[in-house]
């Protein structure tokens, strides 16, 4: 009887130390597939850098989307994966000290966005270092394989990039030959959206240069250079349109340069950069009677201003150009098209008997290329601000509200002529990228897809939906997938989008990659006070 | 291995219960040794629970019978598509204590002290899960009074009132988004509510239409455990939410439902040395459809509420027992049995991670003497993996499924006397 004792005291033990046990651990069922991920680098702008909130900072880099990536890859055979070193970001701030501010935060206490209180502490001490994760915020395609693009001298002449300058390995290195010293076995390439992105979010302006203190260039329309044939990047300005065919031979040259040494990797498509928040949260249309002021404010403006405009307007072919304002339902902004025909001559040749010459040629040159904005045209989002403002350049005070009764500036305003360009670009843009990834079986993220997709919302695998929608308060702030600065997605959104890289390289490589689940990543910061 | 366990219990054979959400069913190292049948089987004290009817049945004058267990709960969760992996690793401490006074020929009087409901869960704090648990701890204590009044030679009736006393601590954050968090750590709500008393009763019948042959029936009823005024406590608010209406400590109303029971079964007697069990419980889980909390103002009224759908289902549990009584000295038993999970597709929450189980028990008994005798068990639950998802929790107006493979663990030993004169 004994011996039963030790019996059923063995068997207590042995269940002590009983485990549940899957029959088959979540950690072996994934595999690398046809892919080597042991050196894996990615090249790209600021999508692939990081940059949300209208900057890089130390938090926000690591939820980059090559380094989301690069956590699964670690899981078969990955190897060590670095970035650009933000260390400088003590206080997680962004920003870089003497040229551009901190991270844009919602202060609860107000309501708004504000950049987040401190100065950058962020330096360009160069790090003459190579890292895995090549992403350039600002860089262009063909600013990836340009020498001196990392150049500190380079930078006064508006020639370099103060990002690559903090890491480029000598003042001649490109940002394609840093990363392919790298030597690497897989990457991700998604270049190409500030070819167009900049002329967009300038409302296909020209930004003006410091070093021409005599002119205005904010005024004057950026270069599509797609019309003008110039294919020398050299020459652009920095919110032209890069021309398509020096696109496509730019991206071959990359390309042919990364799958040198037998690399695989993604190429991702250009976005639809109109779809953005940036370009969707500011109604054309946001004058509403109250917001004028009310009905005899209403009635005035028609009887001094519109009434005038579209009567000329009117009689000149042109009767939809500027319409009365409504004194019952939202009326459109007023604004600059520097594609519409000029009318000045005409303004001030209608208007001088009642209103006197010079007062008249003031009109003509105020309101010659005015217009009344359309559900056409896209108004950025930084012009919220502006609109109902006084504008200081106006010549005088009965015409000085911005949108109202004076015309948004070009820069505010993407028209409808400027975004077909922008549409057409993108376009040849995405036919080169993927007809480049055939010839080399390079697997395609179709980001243009994606972002189309957050315009109507996007339903990812847990069911639920997200929207392109700009930050609308705390309650939807679950829903947001871009950040403040509305042109960069936040931590959600780059998980996001590093999942429709997985799914890309899961079926083309043949591997089981996990995904990420945006749920549990970080959307708008907010900040109790600032 | 596992199997080669398995079997070996099965051979050592004995009874206990683990059932599906809640319910614990470790109600005696006897019964619990032959599968946790009971219903009818006159054993010792231990029929006070299992059918109160039964006491007048017992042949000592005064019959005593007092045990615990120790309850050793593993669950592993992983979910491949995310590459999420997490596990809980709970102990706890099942009791009864038993005594029954035969006060005459045809009256017995009984008190029983059990605990048949309980979970302690707890996961990694901020886990994947903590949306909808990060820990819980719910346990009841049941004291019932009965007597057992026997009507003839072949049948006897048998009933009581069961207070029953229990409290529940429950943490869990309070959404997915990392927004709400203090450095890392999600903002989550402690509900904690002690001394919650409910009333209940119990009562069945016992037939003995041979002296081999015994038949029963018991009835526990369900109990609502009615938690009012419990303590609700917001960690880790982040500064910008401070303010926020919602996330203010205050206190709670909950109600918690302990489902009835219907039990049938029978026992024969082979021989003076065999006796096999079978018995068959209905749980009435459907009685739980959601948890419900209310969140409550200063003066009563209901803040905000947070509604948890549950829609348990009505389960059964199959167990078959048998004793062998080897000489004077030894007793030796064991069981098996099938306990049916409550939890529907779609509705497994991560607090009560119970698919369908396979119990194994084995035990024996050692008599120092006529009177005093000392009782071992064990348990081991077995459950297969199961795939499974709870698909009705809310953030943002969006239903975000949390779901993954499971997989338990549950054994239990357990040690307990019984006295007798």
């Known amino acids: 009887m004994k011996n039963k004792f030790i019996y059923l005291a063995i068997i207590a033990a042995g269940f002590a130390s009983c485990e549940p046990e899957f029959e088959k651990e979540v950690g072996a069922t994934y595999t690398s597939g046809e892919a080597d991920f042991t050196s894996y680098v990615a090249v790209g702008n600021s999508l692939t850098a990081g940059y949300m909130d209208g900057t890089v900072s130390r938090v926000g880099q690591t939820y980059s989307y090559p380094n989301l990536l690069a956590q699964q890859f670690a899981l078969v055979g990955g190897g060590a994966f670095t970035q650009p070193s933000f260390a400088e970001d003590v206080n997680n701030l962004g920003g870089i000290q003497g040229l551009t501010g901190t991270r844009l935060v919602i202060n609860a206490s107000v309501g708004g966005v504000q950049p987040i209180a401190g100065s950058p502490t962020i330096t360009l001490t160069p790090q003459a270092m190579a890292y895995n994760n090549m992403g350039v915020p600002g860089a262009k395609s063909f600013h990836l394989l340009a020498p001196g693009y990392g150049s500190a001298?380079?930078?006064?002449?508006?020639?370099?990039?103060?990002?690559f300058v903090r890491h480029a390995t000598s003042s001649s290195a490109t940002v394609i030959g840093d990363a392919m010293t790298k030597n690497p076995t897989f990457f991700t390439n998604w270049i190409g959206a500030n070819d167009v992105l900049a002329y967009a979010t300038s409302g296909g302006t020209m930004p003006d240069n410091p070093l021409t203190t005599t002119v205005d260039e904010s005024v004057m329309s950026a270069n599509d250079h797609n019309t003008t044939g110039n294919i020398n990047p050299l020459t652009y300005g920095p919110n032209d349109i890069t021309n398509t065919n020096l696109y496509e031979s730019t991206y071959r040259n990359m390309i042919n340069t990364l799958t040198n040494g037998g690399a695989k990797g993604v190429v991702c498509t250009i976005p639809s950069v109109t779809s953005i928040p940036y370009f969707t949260t500011v109604p054309f249309a946001p004058l509403s009677p109250t917001a004028l002021g009310g009905a005899t404010t209403i009635a005035t403006l028609n009887a001094q201003l519109y009434g005038p405009l579209d009567a000329i307007f009117t009689a000149l072919g042109e009767p939809n150009r500027v319409n009365p304002l409504s004194a019952t339902s939202a009326n459109p902004i007023l604004i600059f098209d520097a594609d519409a025909l000029d009318r000045t001559a005409q303004i001030t040749g209608a208007l001088s008997g009642t209103l006197g010459v010079p007062t008249a040629t003031a009109f003509g040159m105020v309101f010659g290329k005015a217009r009344q904005a359309t559900a056409a045209d896209l108004v950025v989002l930084t012009a919220s601000s502006v609109i109902g403002t006084p504008n200081a350049s106006s010549p005088s005070p009965l015409i000085n509200i911005n949108g109202v009764s004076y015309p948004m500036a070009n820069k505010w305003v993407l028209t409808a002529t400027e975004k077909t360009k922008v549409a057409n670009a993108t376009t040849a843009y995405n036919a080169s990228i993927r007809s480049i990834a055939a010839t080399k079986n390079l697997?395609?993220?179709?980001?243009?897809?994606?972002?189309i997709q957050l315009v109507s919302g996007l339903r990812i695998e847990t069911g639920q939906v997200y929207t392109a929608n700009y930050f609308s308060g705390s309650a939807t702030e679950g829903l947001v997938l871009f950040s403040l600065d509305g042109v960069h997605p936040n931590a959600r959104g780059y998980a996001v989008i590093t999942n429709e890289i997985i799914k890309v390289i899961n079926a083309h490589y043949k591997s089981n990659l996990p995904l990420h689940n945006p749920s549990y990543f970080p959307g708008i910061n907010i900040v109790g006070s600032n | 291995m596992r199997k080669l366990l398995s079997l070996t219990l099965l051979a050592l054979a004995s009874s206990t219960a683990f059932a599906g959400g809640y319910r614990v069913s470790i109600q005696g190292q006897k019964q619990l040794a032959m599968g946790h049948t009971g219903v009818a089987v006159v054993n010792s004290a231990e029929v006070a629970f299992f059918n109160p009817a039964g006491m007048a049945y017992l042949d000592k004058k005064f019959n005593f019978s007092f045990g615990g267990n120790a309850l050793f709960a593993k669950t592993k969760f992983q979910n491949s598509q995310y590459n999420w992996e997490s596990s809980t690793e709970n102990l706890g401490t099942p009791f009864s204590l038993y005594a029954t006074y035969k006060v005459n020929k045809w009256l017995t009087a009984g008190l029983a002290v059990y605990t048949p409901y309980g979970s302690s869960v707890e996961w990694d704090q901020d886990w994947q899960?903590?949306?909808?648990?990060?820990?819980i701890d719910l346990s009841a204590i049941f004291v019932q009074p009965s007597v057992s009044i026997r009507v003839g030679e072949h049948f006897s009736i048998g009933g009581g009132p069961i207070f029953a006393t229990g409290s529940v601590n429950f943490n869990r954050n309070v959404a997915i988004n990392p927004l709400l968090s203090v450095n890392g750590s999600g903002t989550d709500v402690t509900l904690d509510a002690k001394g919650i008393t409910a009333w209940g009763y119990t009562a069945g019948f016992m037939f003995n239409p041979s002296k081999k042959l015994r038949i029963g029936m018991n009835y526990r009823s369900k109990i609502i455990m009615e938690a009012r005024d419990g303590d609700a406590n917001f960690n880790d608010v982040p500064a910008f939410a401070s303010t926020t209406p919602t996330l203010q400590n205050t206190?709670?109303?909950?109600?918690?439902?302990?489902p009835a029971e219907l039990t049938v079964g029978l026992s024969y007697k082979i021989s003076d040395k065999w006796l096999f069990a079978f018995d068959y419980n209905r749980a009435m889980w459907s009685v739980y459809k959601a948890l419900n909390v209310d969140f409550l103002n200063p003066d009563g009224t209901i803040r905000n509420s947070s509604n948890n759908a549950r829609n348990y289902q009505n389960s059964s549990t199959y167990r078959l027992g048998t004793q062998y009584v080897a000489n004077d000295k030894f007793t030796f038993r064991a069981g098996w049995y099938f306990d049916e999970s409550p939890v529907q597709d779609g509705y497994f929450a991560p607090e009560t991670p119970r698919?369908?189980?396979?119990?194994?028990?084995?035990?024996?008994?050692?008599?120092?003497?006529?009177?005093?005798?000392v009782d071992f068990s064990f348990l081991y639950l077995h459950f297969d993996e199961v795939d499974n998802s709870y698909n009705h929790y809310q953030e943002n107006g969006n239903t975000l499924p949390f779901g993954g493979t499971y997989k338990s663990v549950v054994f239990s030993p357990g040690v307990g006397i019984?006295?007798?004169f």
């Open chain 1, 153 to 163: 001298a380079n930078l006064l002449l508006g020639r370099a990039n103060p990002y």
């Open chain 1, 443 to 451: 697997a395609v993220a179709d980001m243009n897809t994606i972002m």
């Open chain 2, 129 to 135: 899960g903590a949306h909808l648990v990060n820990n």
């Open chain 2, 418 to 420: 019984t006295y007798g």
């Open chain 2, 251 to 258: 206190t709670f109303n909950a109600d918690l439902p302990l």
């Open chain 2, 355 to 373: 698919n369908d189980s396979m119990g194994y028990t084995g035990g024996l008994t050692y008599k120092v003497n006529s009177k005093l005798g």
